[in-house]
């Protein structure tokens, strides 16, 4: 998603009205309610929120010139890797073995053999379709947020084929724009 991304796949940007801004703040907070106690220091109500749309239909919440949001068309909004690296356990994880760490920071998607096996977790609650971060076992902070294909329960039974889609990864595009110019 966002291998080669930088400020030139950028096609708009517009700061919301203040009505779109409630809706945006109420859609993050149902989907992450431990973000709730800081929602005021992450997206003031005073300071202007500008959603930047870019190729491939993908919205980018931005604060202060910082990325802190992104969903694709009209899904669930993401937090950014560096948002997710502050608070941590804002989403649920899933955590992928040694051997598949190399090929999810090259951007791959992550296979279902690679949180099943001795070194990977599964969170049995997490459903298909959901945002999650992918931790690697040994290591304290999520390299990757993806989006399920399938329930966490199927990843078990199938063991077999893509399990999430990497969405966003550590040293991708989006991680190396720290500001948006």
Request: net charge neutral; aromatic share 4%; hydrophobic share 40%.
């Given at each position: 998603m966002f291998k080669k991304f930088?400020?030139?796949?950028?096609?708009?940007q517009n700061q919301v009205k203040?009505?779109?801004?409630?809706k945006i703040r109420q859609s993050?907070?149902?989907?992450?309610?431990?973000?709730?106690?800081?929602?005021d220091d992450l997206l003031p109500k005073?300071?202007?929120?500008?959603?930047?749309?870019?190729q491939n239909?993908?919205?980018?919440?931005?604060?202060?010139?910082?990325?802190?949001?992104?969903?694709?068309?009209d899904g669930p909004y993401m937090p950014t890797l560096r948002l997710l690296h502050q608070y941590p356990?804002?989403?649920?994880?899933?955590q992928v073995d040694r051997g598949a760490i190399r090929f999810v920071l090259a951007g791959a998607n992550i296979m279902c053999p690679g949180l099943t096996s001795p070194g990977g977790y599964l969170d049995e609650e997490v459903g298909a379709e959901t945002p999650v971060a992918i931790m690697?076992?040994?290591?304290?902070?999520?390299?990757?947020?993806g989006f399920t294909k399938m329930?966490?329960?199927?990843?078990?039974?199938?063991?077999?084929?893509?399990?999430?889609?990497?969405?966003?990864?550590?040293?991708?595009?989006?991680w190396k724009m720290q500001k948006l110019d």
């Open positions: 930088s400020s030139e796949e950028v096609s708009g203040a009505s779109v801004q409630r993050i907070t149902d989907e992450y309610p431990g973000l709730e106690p800081v929602m005073k300071s202007p929120l500008i959603v930047v749309k870019c239909h993908l919205n980018l919440v931005v604060v202060n010139n910082v990325p802190l949001f992104f969903n694709v068309r356990d804002i989403m649920k994880k899933l690697a076992e040994g290591k304290q902070h999520a390299l990757a947020i329930s966490a329960k199927d990843i078990k039974a199938i063991n077999k084929g893509i399990g999430v889609d990497n969405m966003h990864y550590l040293n991708d595009g989006l």
